[in-house]
Each structure stands twice: as structure tokens, then as C-alpha cells.
């Protein structure tokens, strides 16, 4: 079993960054895909990025290509997610999940939200106009 804690959110203005940071403890970290998801306010919670075990295989989501890049510290037993040019409609409750499919494989990452197993409790980012 895997605990998470995420960390880093809060207001930014349109335009701007922000890094947010997913600490992992329990079982071994580096044998979890990990992955990130929001759910704004009135809506369902959907997939924002997703890294395999070893970093080489990642997966962002459409509304984030471009603007939003995952990364893995497996050392440090830590996720991130950095966030730029951030509009009002990234504002939203974010997520970070690990996945302990994919029969151990190393490149195993997904976008499925029934695959992520364990959850942290959230951090707030809110973009003001």
C-alpha cells in the first residue's frame, strides 16, 4: 500500500506557473504508475497527465498538451506536476493517484482513472482572471 500527499497549490493569476508535488510513502514508490487528475466545481474528476514507473512513458490530456508537464523523482518518492500558463479554467481540486497494474511492467502508464488504486486527499489551484 502506497500513502500520498500532495502539495503546491493555490491562487495564481491567468498566465501564471505553478509546480504542484506528490509525496509517496509505504511501499516501494518506483513500482507505481503515477498519475494526476482535477475535478472542477459541477464536474467529474477527469485525467490530467500520467507517468509509467521508469519516467520514459507519459500521457497528458488534451486541455494540458503543451502547458502542463509530468515528472518522477524516484529517489525522492515524488511526483510532480508543473502547471504554466495557467487559464481560470484549470481551477480545479487536483489529484495525485498511483496505479499498481501492469504486471510490474516498467513503461505500464494509463489514463484510466478505474486503473489508479490509491488517491491523496487533493490540493486547491485556483486561477483568477
Known amino acids: 500500500q502506497v500513502q500520498l500527499v500532495e502539495s503546491g497549490g493555490g491562487l495564481v493569476q491567468a498566465g501564471g506557473s505553478l509546480r504542484l508535488s506528490c509525496a509517496a510513502s509505504g511501499r516501494t514508490f518506483s513500482s507505481y504508475a503515477m498519475g494526476w487528475f482535477r475535478q472542477a466545481p459541477g464536474k467529474e474528476r477527469e485525467f490530467v497527465a500520467g507517468i509509467s514507473r521508469n519516467g520514459g512513458t507519459i500521457y497528458d490530456a488534451n486541455s494540458v498538451k503543451g502547458r502542463f508537464t509530468i515528472s518522477r523523482d524516484n529517489a525522492e518518492n515524488t511526483v510532480y506536476l508543473q502547471m504554466n500558463s495557467l487559464t481560470p479554467e484549470d481551477t480545479a481540486v487536483y489529484y495525485c493517484?498511483?496505479?499498481?497494474?501492469?504486471?510490474?511492467?516498467?513503461?505500464?502508464?494509463?489514463?484510466?482513472?478505474?486503473?489508479?488504486?490509491?488517491w491523496g486527499q487533493g490540493t486547491q489551484v485556483t486561477v483568477s482572471s
Open positions: 493517484a498511483a496505479s499498481g497494474l501492469g504486471s510490474s511492467s516498467m513503461s505500464y502508464a494509463t489514463r484510466r482513472e478505474r486503473e489508479y488504486g490509491y
